[in-house]
């Protein structure tokens, strides 16, 4: 299932700090003896939504409606708070 937040996005405050270049994260771990990407696996859905903004990631299905009580893949902003 794919949710599609660009609505929600075009609402949510741009993070003044963006995270760096792949190339810079690339040539800085260049020179490292062992490079672990298990965090990369868990970082989503292992940030807990604020109660009150986890409404805003709702969708229908034609069963049921949803949230996300965890932050899901395609929020604004989503990757500089799994780092």
């Given at each position: 299932?794919?949710?599609?937040?660009?609505?929600?996005?075009?609402?949510?405050?741009?993070?003044?700090?963006?995270?760096?270049?792949?190339?810079?994260?690339?040539?800085?771990?260049?020179?490292?003896?062992?490079?672990?990407?298990?965090?990369?696996?868990?970082?989503?859905?292992?940030?807990?939504?604020?109660?009150?903004?986890?409404?805003?990631?709702?969708?229908?299905?034609?069963?049921?409606?949803y949230?996300?009580?965890?932050?899901?893949?395609?929020?604004?902003n989503?990757?500089?708070?799994?780092?």
């Amino acid at each position: 299932m794919c949710v599609d937040f660009i609505d929600l996005n075009f609402a949510c405050p741009k993070d003044p700090y963006p995270l760096s270049s792949i190339d810079r994260l690339i040539d800085g771990a260049s020179s490292c003896k062992t490079l672990s990407f298990m965090e990369a696996y868990s970082g989503y859905n292992q940030i807990k939504m604020n109660p009150t903004d986890a409404p805003m990631t709702a969708f229908m299905t034609n069963t049921c409606n949803y949230y996300y009580d965890a932050m899901p893949f395609g929020l604004e902003n989503a990757e500089q708070h799994t780092s």
